[in-house]
């Protein structure tokens, strides 16, 4: 009856709100009512951007992937859900890509050959601005990219060396990036969705993506 069935469900709250997201982790029943209440939230609050299959799209993640800008542990998932992205709160995400070209920072053959430079850290073909443009990265992009283009998620910066694009990956569309900047915006769930369906949320997402270890301190383990 849908009696017993509200009951059932009250249960399962009760023993999730009390519960640890690695104690969720381990107990099937459990996880499985958290992933199908955080499979229902994205579809009435996140799928609008992302898409219903979590697909994403031009400036908008695809989530089914291992690629995280800010991180891919629960606790990474949690925070972003929280406090969104340059959602305009004390504690929200932000990074700040410089607009190079608009800011009259570099030329636009400067960027032209940084741009042609950062093809190559995903295979492709090096042309004869290599040596130019790998010294401009050096010098103006591997503080948060890093010197070998695999990105840090401390700072939201991606990895450039996998062929996942937020934006597109084309030269021209990567000029238009670094020419411009981005500057994307995720709202801060923090206090327009309950702390129940927002951890329900962050082990769905967790699930969905290929979510990340944490080490006993909770941060995300250091890969070489």
């Not at 951007?49 to 800010?70: Q, S, V």
Request: glycine share 12%; proline share 3%.
């Amino acid at each position: 009856s849908q009696k017993e069935i509200i009951a059932r469900q009250e249960a399962y709250l009760n023993k999730f709100e009390k519960s640890s997201f690695d104690q969720i982790l381990n107990d099937p029943e459990l996880y499985a009512f958290a992933s199908a209440g955080g499979a229902s939230a994205f579809k009435s609050h996140c799928a609008t951007c992302h898409g219903t299959g979590a697909e994403g799209g031009k400036g908008y993640p695809n989530l089914n992937d291992d690629d995280w800008l800010w991180g891919g542990t629960l606790s990474a998932i949690y925070q972003t859900l929280q406090y969104g992205i340059r959602a305009g709160n004390d504690d929200t995400r932000v990074s700040q890509m410089p607009a190079f070209g608009k800011d009259k920072i570099l030329t636009r053959d400067q960027i032209f050959s940084v741009v042609d430079y950062v093809l190559t850290l995903s295979g492709e073909k090096e042309k004869d601005t290599y040596a130019q443009g790998k010294q401009i990265f050096q010098e103006q992009c591997a503080a948060c990219h890093g010197m070998d283009g695999k990105g840090n998620h401390a700072v939201g910066a991606p990895n450039l060396t996998d062929k996942i694009w937020l934006y597109g990956g084309s030269r021209q569309t990567i000029y238009e990036t670094v020419y411009n900047s981005r500057a994307g915006v995720m709202p801060s769930w923090k206090g327009r969705l309950d702390e129940n369906t927002i951890r329900q949320l962050t082990i769905y997402l967790h699930e969905l993506g290929g979510g990340e270890e944490e080490t006993e301190n909770g941060q995300e383990p250091i890969t070489e």
